[in-house]
């Protein structure tokens, strides 16, 4: 993989058949000509990147890693949580790479993610098993977080409700 940095932005250079198997919006991607001409399309070179706005570059080459693993250097091959979670924030973006999301909930899940983690991650990306689970461990432990903490790191509306089931049950509060 060759990747030329600036300072604005990072280029990777990885072949496209693993990204157009895995992505259907790549492969579409992929096979739109520019300009009229059929062999030259987004990703083909320098002059006709293709952008992600708004993602890391530390997420992108996790994802890398994922598709295109050194299996010749290891005969296996792990991803850090942070990566793990840079995958799953590409793979349930617009490019939609259904198996990596399945691989990196697959990971996060034996990962051990803090309550807040797993309410910031199910919210992001639709994950409803992690938001129940995170909830009811915050809820459970709701005197380990001040209230400013519960409003920066799951909202106002969120800690507001939290603070008000908490209430209702002081010495046992239900599950949600």
């Known amino acids: 993989m060759n990747k030329r940095s600036t300072l604005r932005s990072t280029v990777f250079k990885v072949p496209q058949h693993r990204f157009s198997k895995h992505s259907e919006v790549f492969a579409d991607v992929f096979l739109l000509p520019l300009d009229g001409d059929k062999k030259s399309g987004k990703g083909t070179d320098e002059e006709h990147l293709i952008v992600l706005e ?12 994922l598709l295109y693993p050194l299996r010749m250097i290891s005969a296996s091959y792990s991803l ?8 799953f924030n590409l793979s349930t973006s617009r490019v ?3 198996q990596t999301r399945d691989y990196a909930i697959s990971s996060l899940s034996k990962m ?18 992690w938001l129940k689970e995170g909830l009811n461990e915050v809820l459970t432990n709701i005197n380990a977080l001040t ?30």
């Open 54 to 65: 708004s993602y890391k570059a530390l997420d992108f080459k996790a994802l890398v890693k």
């Open 80 to 87: 850090t949580k942070e990566e793990c979670v840079g995958v």
């Open 96 to 98: 939609n790479f259904a």
């Open 112 to 129: 051990s993610l803090t309550s807040i983690e797993k309410v910031t991650l199910a919210r992001d990306h639709k994950a409803a098993k």
């Open 147 to 176: 209230p400013d903490e519960l409003k920066s790191q799951l909202g106002l509306e969120t800690a507001f409700q939290l603070m008000w089931i908490q209430n209702q049950t002081p010495n046992n509060p239900p599950p949600i």
